[in-house]
């Protein structure tokens, strides 16, 4: 049984930072992609940042530059530290897990943790 448990979330004022962290329990692949999402009240889910096993990692342009997403393989563990933040970050953020990304270079259908709520003020 896989699970995916995210922490690190809570509220900032814009231009502060915020780290998520998101532990990967029951799995442990060689070849991996984990990320990710969030979702805003009434908008669509996004892709925010997505790392592979490799080493490899891609961001969506809206956090380029200030986001950073890294792996700690021996703890089965990725973070996105987010710096500068703005308001318009405020979202659920969910991290997200599969064996392989999709053609738009995250982890797609997959496994999900519950999601962590970042709240930033202006």
């Known amino acids: 049984q896989v699970q995916l448990v995210e922490s690190g979330g809570g509220s900032v004022q814009s231009g502060g930072s915020l780290r998520l962290s998101c532990a990967a329990y029951?799995?442990?692949?060689?070849?991996?992609?984990m990320g990710w999402f969030r979702q805003a009240p009434g908008k669509e889910r996004e892709g925010v940042a997505a790392?592979?096993?490799?080493?490899?990692?891609r961001y969506a342009d809206s956090v380029k530059g200030r986001f950073t997403i890294s792996q700690d393989n021996a703890k089965n563990t990725i973070y996105l530290q987010m710096n500068s933040l703005k308001p318009e970050d405020t979202a659920i953020y969910y991290c997200?897990?599969?064996?392989?990304?999709?053609?738009?270079?995250?982890?797609?259908?997959?496994?999900w943790g519950q999601g962590t709520q970042v709240t930033v003020s202006s």
């Open positions: 997200a897990a599969n064996f392989a990304c999709d053609d738009d270079g995250y982890p797609g259908s997959g496994y």
């Open positions: 029951g799995y442990r692949s060689l070849t991996y992609c």
């Open positions: 790392i592979e096993g490799d080493g490899n990692t």
